[in-house]
C-alpha cells in the first residue's frame, strides 16, 4: 500500500509517499479503508520535533497522521462495535495512507448526510471545540464568549459549538475571513490587522484562545472578575506551554481562570460531534484538498497558519 513516511525530523521536505506493508489489526483495533483524513499542528510539530537516538542506529520510519475517516476493512479480536464494511470516522496513528489501524475506543459511525473529507476534518478540531468550550469553558447560554483564532480549524467548529450552547460569539480573525467567520454564527467579528481584542471595551465571560498571541496580564483586561481563558492552541511550542504551566499558577491569585489543554478522543464526545454534524448545527469548514502525494505541499500550506477551516487530505 501507499503511505506518507518520514526518518528524522525536519520540514515537510522529509515526507515521502512510499510502498509499505499492509497493517494488521491488533487485539481491540479496527483496520480502515482510509477515504480521507486531515492535517494538524500536532503532525508537523512531531515531524519537526528532533528525537535523541543511539549514536549510529538508523532513524526509525515515522507515519504522520490522526484525523481518518473510511471504511471498516477488518477487526482484530475482542472487536464487538464495528464490522467489515462500517463507515467510520475518528483517531488513528498513520492516516495519510492506504489503510491504516485505530483503536476501536477511538472511532464511531459517520453520519450518512456527512461526506467522508467532511468527517476527516472533525475528530481533533472538533474535540479541542468541544472539550474547550464545554469542560474546560463551563460555557453556558446567555454567556459571551471571545475566540481568538476564529477563522482556523478549532475556531470554526468553536464559532459554531458556542452559538449552538446558546452563547453571544465574537470571533477574531483576518480581514479577508470576517464574513466567512460571520457566516458560520458570530454576532460580532474583529479584524485583528486593524484592533487589538484586548485593548476594546468588552469584557468576556470566556475567551477561547486558540493562538495564545497575547500575554495573560492583556486578555486579564477584557475578562470578567470570574471570567476564563481557556488556551487550546498557540503559534508555538513554548507560548502553549507557557500558558499550560504559568496558567494554573496565575490561576490561584486570583478569581479569573486560566487553563491550557490538549483534547483527548473518546467515543462519547466523537459521538456528539456526530449528532451535531447530521443535525446540521456544526459542519466542516474544508479550506482545499490534497491527494495522498501532495502531502508534503499540504503540510507547508497548513504551517502558514493562514487556512480557513481544515485543510483535508483525499485518499483515492
Known amino acids: ?29 479496527v ?5 480521507a483524513a486531515s492535517v494538524n ?3 508537523w510539530r512531531m515531524m519537526s520535533m528532533p528525537i535523541p537516538r543511539l549514536p549510529f542506529s538508523k532513524p526509525q520510519m515515522k507515519r504522520p497522521g490522526v484525523d481518518v475517516a473510511g471504511v471498516v476493512e477488518g477487526v482484530g479480536q475482542g472487536v464487538t462495535r464495528f464490522k467489515a464494511g462500517d463507515e467510520v470516522f475518528g483517531g488513528c496513528r498513520g492516516a495519510f495512507a492506504d489503510y ?3 483503536a476501536e475506543t477511538k472511532l464511531v459511525m459517520k453520519p450518512q448526510n456527512v461526506t467522508f473529507e467532511e468527517a476527516a476534518a472533525v475528530p481533533v478540531a472538533g474535540l479541542t471545540a468541544l472539550q474547550g468550550l464545554r469542560d474546560l469553558g463551563k460555557l453556558q447560554a446567555g454567556q459571551k464568549v471571545l475566540i481568538n483564532g476564529a477563522s482556523g480549524g478549532v475556531g470554526t467548529f468553536g464559532v459554531q459549538m458556542a452559538k449552538a450552547f446558546g452563547a453571544e460569539v465574537t470571533g477574531v480573525c483576518s480581514t479577508k475571513n470576517l464574513e466567512m467567520v460571520r457566516s458560520l454564527g458570530a454576532d460580532r467579528v474583529i479584524d485583528y490587522t486593524r484592533e487589538d481584542f484586548t485593548k476594546g471595551g468588552q469584557q468576556y465571560d470566556l475567551i477561547f484562545d486558540l493562538f495564545a498571541n497575547h500575554s495573560m496580564a492583556e486578555c486579564t483586561r477584557v475578562m470578567t472578575p470570574k471570567g476564563i481563558c481557556v488556551t487550546a492552541g498557540a503559534l508555538t511550542v513554548s507560548g502553549m506551554l507557557t500558558r499550560m504551566v504559568a496558567g494554573p499558577m496565575r490561576s490561584v491569585l486570583g478569581s479569573q481562570k486560566f487553563v491550557g489543554f490538549i483534547a483527548k478522543f473518546n467515543k462519547d464526545d466523537l459521538n456528539a460531534l456526530g449528532e451535531l454534524l447530521e443535525s446540521g448545527k456544526v459542519k466542516a469548514v474544508i479550506d482545499r484538498c490534497y491527494k495522498l502525494a501532495e502531502v508534503p505541499e499540504a503540510m507547508r ?12 487530505i483525499t485518499v483515492a
Request: charged share 25%; with cysteine; glycine share 8%.
Open 31 to 35: 483496520l480502515i479503508k482510509v477515504r
Open 100 to 102: 491504516a489501524c485505530a
Open 301 to 312: 500550506y497548513a504551517t502558514t497558519f493562514h487556512a480557513r477551516g481544515k485543510v483535508v
Open 1 to 29: 500500500m501507499k503511505a506518507i513516511v518520514y526518518y528524522g525530523h525536519g520540514s515537510p521536505d522529509i515526507l515521502k509517499c512510499e510502498e509499505i506493508e499492509k497493517p494488521a489489526p491488533a487485539d481491540g483495533e
Open 41 to 43: 499542528p500536532l503532525d
